[in-house]
């Protein structure tokens, strides 16, 4: 086993400027999140990466290909990386679900780990997948460095899954575009190198409106 992950969360994207909630909704990345990306490309390379798996989705593919051009790798697409599906709420507006959802939404700020958004999944059916995805890749893969590139609340679950934390704790970690983690997997399980490093970034303009952070 003894696999080393780097695990990513995609380059900022025009509906993180708009607030709007992604989900398995798509938008492409910004030109910022495109040089967010290319200045990532240019910071990992110090590491000897062996693979790299994507979500399937639109905006952490783009991620990976930047990725994955310079460090001549081919991107592996996969939905065990997908971000969690807000059902109703893909494409509204932090305000307009505040308005429409405001129960829901709720528990979504106070418990998160026991919303149910209609048509959307839970928490825990993301760390069920995430867990299932590292298991088979720990299954596949040995000693290897391998970049996963994904969206925040699924980074976040695998991280406080990582950790042996409840989903209850998800907005104790916070993660940023082309945010880097590294957990290094080992024989008595995951220890967190490094969380939410964005060294690489040289003109990080924060975003306040990020729909659900």
């Known amino acids: 086993m003894a696999n080393t992950f780097y695990i990513v969360r995609h380059g900022q994207t025009n ?7 992604q989900g398995h909704g798509n938008s492409d990345l910004t030109e910022q999140g495109i040089v967010q990306a290319r200045e990532l490309a240019e910071d990992i390379t110090k590491y000897p990466i062996d693979y790299i798996y994507s979500s399937d989705l639109g905006r952490a593919i ?4 930047i990725l994955g051009e310079k460090l001549n790798l081919e991107v592996q697409k996969t939905e065990g990386l997908r971000e969690m599906g807000f059902g109703v709420w893909e494409g509204l507006l932090i305000d307009e679900i505040k308005k429409d959802y405001s129960d829901i939404y709720d528990i979504w700020r106070n418990d998160p780990h026991l919303v149910n958004i209609p048509k959307g999944e839970t928490l825990q059916v993301i760390k069920e997948r995430v867990d ?8 596949k893969h040995e000693n290897k460095h391998i970049i996963f590139v994904t969206h925040s609340i699924t980074l976040r679950v695998m991280l406080l899954s990582f950790l042996g934390s409840g989903m209850e704790n998800i907005y104790r ?3 940023d575009n082309t945010a880097l983690n590294i957990v290094e997997y080992r024989d008595y399980g995951p220890v967190v190198i490094k969380m939410n ?17």
Not at 16 to 21: H, R
């Open 197 to 213: 490093d964005t060294s690489h970034i040289k003109n990080h303009t924060k975003i306040n409106n990020s729909a659900l952070e």
């Open 62 to 65: 783009q991620t990976a290909e």
């Open 173 to 175: 970690i916070k993660q």
């Open 132 to 139: 299932n995805f590292i298991e088979e890749i720990n299954k």
């Open 15 to 21: 509906w993180n400027i708009l607030g709007k909630t």
